[in-house]
T-cell receptor
Framework: NAGVTQTPKFQVLKTGQSMTLQCAQD?????MYWYRQDPGMGLRLIYY???????DKGEVPNGYNVSRLNKREFSLRLESAAPSQTSVYFC?????????????FGEGSRLTVL | QQQVKQSPQSLIVQKGGIPIINCAYE??????FPWYQQFPGKGPALLIA?????SEKKEGRFTISFNKSAKQFSLHIMDSQPGDSATYFC????????????FGQGTTLQVKP
């Protein structure tokens, strides 16, 4: 049982390049999330998808787009990467409702933008 | 602005000590407060959680204390062990939403042998 799988685990980009982070979950969860983790800033929500077919902005959505491809997959796209987007990105999933407060996280994708 | 403020940023204790991590929130609509533990190179994982109608909750060596009037809650780790060395995040959410969490800034704990 893989849980939440993110790819790639590491990526180096040049300013202005684009890329997509992929995420898939095999727990039949309804809700999926993208967070970024930066030192001293905690985990900040970028976008989330409460259910298949819906997406909403989180705290820090600027510079990102998302696609909920199906119930299993939720991708995060950087159209024109900037050094400020250097971070560790985590995908997570949850049952949705009822809200148990439990998110299941992937192992993260470390992105460096030069 | 929905915020959860967490302190200290880092903490070093000796084995057997009782590290305490504090969090404060602003939005009184929050009604569920989980704590997450993260080991290096891994994603965070749920450790323990509390609702505001309970003042204290224990799970093994981990205890959450909750002060609803002060809008504060804290994590205590009893008899801490080197294996408890990790980053800890407090969080807050609404039970009526679909699991979207607001996280604190994180505390890096080191337990020395």
């Amino acid at each position: 049982n893989a849980g939440v799988t993110q790819t790639p685990k590491f990526q180096v980009l040049k300013t202005g390049q684009s890329m997509t982070l992929q995420c898939a979950q095999d727990m039949n969860h309804n809700s999926m999330y993208w967070y970024r983790q930066d030192p001293g800033m905690g985990l900040r929500l970028i976008y989330y998808s409460a259910s298949e077919g819906t997406t909403d902005k989180g705290e820090v959505p600027n510079g990102y787009n998302v696609s909920r491809l199906n119930k299993r997959e939720f991708s995060l796209r950087l159209e024109s990467a900037a050094p400020s987007q250097t971070s560790v990105y985590f995908c997570a999933s949850s049952l949705g409702l009822p809200n148990t407060g439990e998110l299941f996280f992937g192992e993260g994708s470390r992105l460096t933008v030069l | 602005q929905q915020q959860v403020k967490q302190s200290p940023q880092s903490l070093i204790v000796q084995k057997g000590g009782i590290p305490i991590i504090n969090c404060a929130y602003e939005n009184t609509a929050f009604d569920y407060f989980p704590w997450y533990q993260q080991f290096p190179g891994k994603g965070p994982a749920l450790l323990i959680a509390i609702r505001p109608d309970v003042s204290e909750k224990k799970e093994g060596r981990f205890t959450i204390s909750f002060n609803k009037s002060a809008k504060q809650f804290s994590l205590h780790i009893m008899d801490s062990q080197p294996g408890d060395s990790a980053t800890y995040f407090c969080a807050a959410t609404y039970s009526g939403n679909t699991g979207k969490l607001i996280f604190g800034q994180g505390t890096t704990l080191q337990v020395k042998p």
